[in-house]
């Protein structure tokens, strides 16, 4: 007897889980991995609207100021009755101006003007300064791997009991200071919240999202095999489910071509002749300009679960992704002579939890004459390769298989430190791998 997969069924089984284990468990930590899109926000809104209906007050840390207002804003939908702080800054523009029209939030800087609330939200940075009140039975970390361990340390005062929520595939937690020194150590401050956590209490509740609703059928398998190969999941659509189509014919040019490639597999490689390059190579900038601008041009329009009509593909559904600022910036201008505004473009670390239609990826190995850690970094690929919920487009200069093979990792061993699988080499090798099923080779004319 065949056994279908019902991703729905499958989804509510483990949230019900993990709201049971929040609710009515004892240990003082669960910890919830979730892949792309498999709705992290919407498991927060939820155990926090549960939590809160059961007379458990909590306190709710996120990792930035748009992540808090976001949630608050996604309360305030789901209950606008419900009593809500914002705890914020003493900045002159502390939080997002549309908190102030909604009438159940209640916003200060300091936490006291907060205390009696069911539910109060900030950033880790903020309660790293709240002092002297009476700690929350409950509390829950949203985006738990991109907190440092520091940071949970410097909170952990405040709550008795949490619910760690994050994707452990997504880039790690930011520093600006080297932490070798603390390498393997349990207490490595640069280390994530959650391996910290898990490290110092292993018996810990574990959970994880099995379904991604924003990834389609067609990168689930790869992004799932190549980032997440402990934690496997699955798309919430089947094949067939979505289309992204044309008004439009293509001109025979490689932007063209490698657009139709990717409305009918999902994935599209734009494959320029090998060359070491300046890091915001003119070229390869220029292509992922020309495709964006193709796109548009040719009426793309998408089908999915979320219509019963075609919706056209307007540029705020289109992301571009870089490696580094400058090439965003670079990319930026290309757009812009090419008349092209409205286009999210940005790097890896800034795109990271956003969902778009269509991405537009220049490989961070690119004309590269050297593979090092930072372009290697699983997670940066990661978030670049699952931002779509239609197609995703790499542009690349040739050769990247031949120079991941000359420059193997070479980062050195250290006792006590857990190796993260896969590695960037191996990632990348299987992204690689993947996308070279889906090649067009182009040669720009130079004009």
């Known amino acids: 007897m065949t056994v279908v997969f019902d991703p729905g069924a499958e989804a509510a089984r483990a949230t019900g889980a993990i709201l049971d284990d929040t609710l009515r468990g004892s240990a003082r930590g669960i910890v919830v991995d979730s892949p792309p899109g498999a709705g992290k926000s919407t498991l927060v809104v939820r155990a926090a609207l549960e939590l809160a209906a059961a007379g458990h007050p909590l306190m709710v840390i996120a990792q930035t100021n748009a992540q808090v207002d976001d949630l608050v804003v996604r309360l305030a939908e789901k209950d606008p009755e419900l009593p809500v702080g914002r705890l914020h800054s003493s900045d002159s523009d502390p939080y997002d101006k549309v908190l102030d029209g909604l009438d159940n939030v209640r916003k200060s800087a300091k936490a006291a003007d907060l205390a009696g609330l069911d ?123 979505r289309k992204l189509s044309f008004g439009v014919a293509s001109d025979g040019s490689g932007p063209d071509r490698v657009l139709d490639e990717a409305a009918e597999a999902g994935w599209g490689l734009l494959e320029l002749p090998a060359r070491h390059t300046p890091r915001t190579d003119p070229e390869a900038v220029r292509a992922v300009a020309l495709v964006v601008r193709r796109l548009l041009d040719r009426g793309g329009v998408a089908t999915s679960e979320r219509a019963e009509q075609p919706v056209p593909v307007t540029a705020d559904r289109v992301a571009v992704g870089t ?15 090419l ?8 790097t890896a670390n800034r795109l990271q939890g956003r969902e ?87 040669r720009p004319q130079v004009t």
């Open 323 to 337: 490696a580094h600022r400058d090439q965003a910036a670079a990319v930026r201008a290309a757009l812009a002579e």
């Open 119 to 241: 539910i109060v939200i900030s950033t880790a940075a903020k309660w790293a300064h709240v002092k002297n009140v009476e700690p929350w039975g409950h509390a829950i970390v949203d985006e738990a791997y991109q907190m440092r361990s520091d940071a949970l340390l410097a909170v952990a005062g405040l709550f008795e009991r949490a619910l760690f929520v994050g994707d452990p595939g997504q880039l790690d937690p930011f520093s600006i200071v080297g932490a070798d020194q603390w390498a393997g150590l349990s207490y490595d401050p640069s280390a994530s919240a959650v391996s910290t956590l898990l490290a110092h209490n292993p018996e810990l509740p574990q959970h994880r999202l099995p379904v991604s609703w924003r990834l389609p059928a067609s990168a689930a398998p790869l992004v799932s095999d190549a980032f997440y190969p402990y934690t496997p999941f699955r798309s919430g659509t089947d094949h067939g489910d």
């Open 339 to 346: 008349g092209v505004t409205g286009v999210a473009v940005d």
């Open 356 to 442: 778009f239609d269509v991405t537009v990826v220049l490989h961070p190995l690119s004309g590269r004459p050297d593979a090092t850690a930072f372009h290697l970094e699983t997670g940066r690929l990661c978030v670049l390769a699952s931002r779509h919920r239609h197609a995703c487009i790499v542009v690349c200069r040739e050769g990247v298989a031949d120079l991941l093979d000359e420059h193997p990792s070479t980062e050195p061993v250290q006792l006590g430190v857990t190796v993260k699988f896969p590695d960037g080499w191996e990632a990348n090798h299987a992204v690689l791998a993947h996308l070279a099923e889906h090649r067009v080779r182009w």
